[in-house]
């Protein structure tokens, strides 16, 4: 039998606001995020270093688990390949955003990170330690807002590379129009609401009509790799009528894929507040509404929590509290989990 591990752990690279990582994962009472440097903001590296530091992890984990691994969600029989490249890269170091969300942390309404990877990735294409194949996942903060990001994604498009963006869509991208066109690259967007009203409410700027133009714009491009996104916040956007005019409004546009989940970061900061009451009569309504409007639909990760829990508990609503512990229960049990599933 293989050791356990993950391809993140050999190839992966993941930027943060001040350090540089193996992946972007927290799990299992605070573990995970397995630190390559401290106190990083955009530097050149020295990737001998990263191999060398790498290549010890690697080496502990085909004996035991390591601490920082120990109980992730993502280990599973793996067989290391023991080369000196990156194939998978994340960049999680942007705290720039064009939004200001109420579910978002508040380093990212008003944050100023956004130090450029540029130059570092196209160094490491230079120096052979590039492995095509993989992939690039960008969010925030607001990935194109990222210093250039335009560029960066061309180096990935042009290196074999399909880059994965997490956007507010309020400004559009052209090179993110071509990775989707070439079938290289998605996009997600969290638009959460189907009028300007509710919008604003939710990300507390004026930016409804932009948004609704680069999603036009996108699933023009692709509509296979467009997928609009709508968060479930309590009192806010969770109710039937709103559900109802996201889906004509998604209709509209031509999207083809959604998805829909709780939102974590507004229960985080709303502990005592309860997951809406009606959650699980919503999520049958959008999978109603999907089918009745030829669309897939995808529930994502701690969506996928609360449906198992319909299976085993009568319980007409949760509170926040109670959500968390079902997750964190999920996560140590160590149960695979995915971003999403159909």
Not at 54 to 81: H, M, P, S, W
Not at 200 to 206: A, G
């Amino acid at each position: 039998m293989n050791p356990k591990g993950c391809i993140f752990l050999e190839e992966g690279i993941n930027f943060e606001s001040n350090s540089v990582t193996d992946c972007c994962i927290s799990h299992n009472d605070g573990r995970g995020l397995p630190v390559i440097f401290k106190d990083y903001n955009g530097e050149m590296i020295d990737w001998e270093k990263v191999f060398e530091i790498k290549a010890q992890r690697v080496n502990a984990q085909k004996k035991e688990t390591i601490y920082d691994c120990d109980g992730c969600y993502r280990l599973f029989d793996y067989q290391f390949k023991d080369e000196k490249k990156i194939s998978e890269f994340h960049f999680s170091h942007s705290r720039v955003c064009n939004a200001k969300c109420i579910y978002c942390s508040d380093e990212y309404s008003s944050g100023t990170t956004n130090y450029n990877t540029y130059p570092v990735i196209k160094d490491l294409i230079e120096k052979g330690y590039y492995k095509a194949g993989g992939e690039a996942t960008m969010q925030g903060g607001e990935p194109t807002l990222m210093q250039n990001f335009e560029e960066l994604v061309d180096l990935f498009l042009q290196n074999g590379t399909v880059v994965r963006v997490h956007s507010s869509a309020i400004k559009y991208s052209q090179k993110v129009a071509e990775a989707l066109s070439k079938n290289k690259g998605s996009v997600v967007i969290s638009i959460d609401s189907s009028t300007n009203e509710t919008y604003k409410k939710i990300k507390q700027v004026d930016a409804f009509e932009l948004v609704c133009e680069s999603i036009k714009k996108y699933v023009e491009a692709s509509k296979d790799n467009v997928i609009i996104k709508y968060l479930i916040i309590p009192g806010i956007n969770d109710n039937l009528n709103e559900i109802d005019g996201f889906f004509k409004l998604m209709k509209s546009l031509g999207v083809k894929k959604i998805a829909v989940d709780i939102e974590v970061q507004y229960a985080r900061k709303h502990e005592n507040k309860y997951v809406s009451p009606h959650i699980y009569l919503l999520h049958d309504y959008f999978e109603y509404l999907a089918k009745k409007n030829d669309m897939e639909l995808l529930t994502y990760s701690f969506f996928i929590y609360v449906l198992r829990n319909r299976k085993i508990s009568k319980m007409r609503f949760m509170s926040n509290k109670f959500f968390f512990n079902l997750v964190l229960k999920h996560h140590n049990q160590k149960e695979k989990n995915i971003m999403y599933c159909r």
